[in-house]
């Protein structure tokens, strides 16, 4: 059987979609972890990465099924779902790709204002306080708050790796909805290919 026939396609996407749930498995791991042993104190944090991570397992889960049992129903709705991922994906990941200076730093700034406890994270972290100026009068979970004088603003130091940072997440997030695209179409041609064990005159 040349690849492109319905095994090689068959095994294509079932390789496609349990590489999913090992990004799944370790996106709720990784949350699960950082949340353990205290690094992320964000309880909607943790529980959004949580979420993405069930969320993927399932899409997964049931591509995986349909892939094994040529299940036309399943592998439709997999279609679906996981074209809709990609244009989500693909959209956040070019925005991220394309924010200036100006606009991660309204972007910053809206998540740090957005949870006090992603604040203490950050302050704790990278040893600041504040976003753009340090306040006295608030506490600060920094070590350098015991002499105020030498803390500086969380926004300069977040700055310095926003970029980096956005850049990675929308290359990473870039490759991820390429191998989205790469799953419709197995999963379009894998629907219209007929299993050469069943009977020669039934379309499955």
């Known amino acids: 059987m040349v690849c492109g026939g319905f095994v090689c396609t068959k095994n294509a ?22 949340k353990w042993f205290g690094l992320v104190s964000s309880i909607s944090v943790v529980a959004g990465v949580i979420g993405v991570g069930v969320f993927l397992l399932v899409v997964a889960f049931v591509g995986l099924c349909g892939a094994l049992k040529h299940h036309q129903v399943l592998l439709f709705f997999y279609m ?56 006295l009068n608030r506490t600060c979970s920094a070590q350098c708050f015991s002499t105020p004088s030498s803390c500086s603003p969380c926004a300069s130091i977040l700055q310095m790796y926003a970029g980096d ?35 020669p005159g039934a379309f499955l």
């Not at 709720?28 to 950082?34: E, K, R």
């Not at 870039?174 to 894998?190: A, D, K, M, N, Q």
């Open 13 to 34: 996407l079932s390789a496609l979609n349990i590489l999913y749930v090992m990004v799944s498995l370790l996106l709720i791991g990784v949350a699960a972890w950082g």
């Open 80 to 135: 679906v779902i996981l074209f809709m991922v990609f244009v989500l994906q693909f959209s956040i990941s070019c925005a991220c790709l394309a924010l200036n200076t100006e606009q991660q730093n309204q972007l910053l700034e809206v998540g740090w204002n957005k949870s006090e406890s992603t604040q203490q994270d950050v302050e704790k972290t990278l040893n600041c306080c504040g976003f753009s100026s340090v306040d």
């Open 165 to 199: 940072v956005l850049h990675f997440v929308g290359g990473v997030g870039l490759f991820f909805s390429f191998t989205e695209i790469l799953g419709v179409w197995l999963t379009h041609r894998y629907r219209n290919l007929k299993d050469p064990r069943s009977n």
